[in-house]
């Protein structure tokens, strides 16, 4: 039974990183989720201490951003339709990674705050919606049926390791450099997550079923 489970393990990392499409976006997903933490857990302790925001127009704030991602998952189909899925992926994921640059940068008034700050969140929402559905819809349609349970499991395993990874890197960044600095740290590493998907064939793929055979040389 263990060596079962292990050799299922090692497939399922196999086939994540023998796919170069695969391994682009496992990598994407998890540079992404370590940097966004980052500056989420700096963002929360900033608003609340050196701007002052109160809890509730922080949770408004966040909230924005959920409410762009729900925007950016409905609109993820037609913008595919019209641009093709990779450049769609690839666009979005810049819009997502750059509006956090904003957040260090945020003063004046209170109303004025924290509708800079509820921009940057709504437009990392809309960019991050289109994304995840376009990140799964491939991931689906490139990995064989019963390797599914597999691959998700190795690229979950990465994506969402890096969740409590980023906070804690957040969290020590803030005691030593301070928290402006550190969302600025966060927003630059963020920035450059994009690129992991621009250089691969992600930039190629047009409609889901096209890396069914344009990417099988690499899952050898």
């Known amino acids: 039974m263990r060596r079962d489970l292990l050799a299922e393990i090692g497939e399922g990392v196999r086939i994540t990183f023998s796919n170069a499409i695969l391994r682009a976006m496992a990598l994407n997903a998890g540079a992404f989720n370590l940097f966004d933490q980052l500056i989420y857990t700096?963002?929360?302790?900033?608003?609340?201490?050196?701007?002052?925001?109160?809890?509730?127009?922080?949770?408004?704030?966040?909230?924005?951003?959920?409410?762009?991602?729900?925007?950016?998952?409905?609109?993820?189909?037609?913008?595919?339709?019209?641009?093709?899925?990779?450049?769609?992926?690839?666009?979005?994921?810049?819009?997502?990674?750059s509006t956090a640059i904003a957040i260090p940068f945020a003063g004046g008034s209170q109303p004025i705050v924290a509708l800079v700050l509820g921009g940057a969140f709504f437009v990392q929402g809309v960019g991050v919606g289109v994304t995840n559905v376009h990140f799964v819809s491939l991931r689906q349609a490139i990995t064989p049926a019963h390797l599914l349970g597999r691959m998700n499991a190795s690229y979950r395993t990465i994506s969402y390791g890096a969740i409590p990874l980023g906070a804690l890197i957040g969290g020590v960044l803030g005691q030593i450099v301070g928290l402006r600095s550190a969302l600025l740290l966060g927003a630059a590493g963020l920035l450059v997550t994009p690129f992991l998907v621009l250089f691969s064939p992600v930039r190629s793929v047009r409609d889901p079923a096209e890396p069914v055979a344009t990417t099988r040389d690499h899952d050898a």
């Open 42 to 97: 700096a963002f929360l302790l900033y608003a609340v201490g050196p701007l002052g925001l109160p809890p509730g127009l922080v949770g408004a704030v966040i909230g924005a951003g959920a409410i762009g991602g729900f925007l950016g998952a409905l609109g993820a189909g037609p913008l595919a339709r019209r641009i093709g899925m990779g450049p769609a992926m690839i666009a979005m994921s810049f819009v997502a990674c």
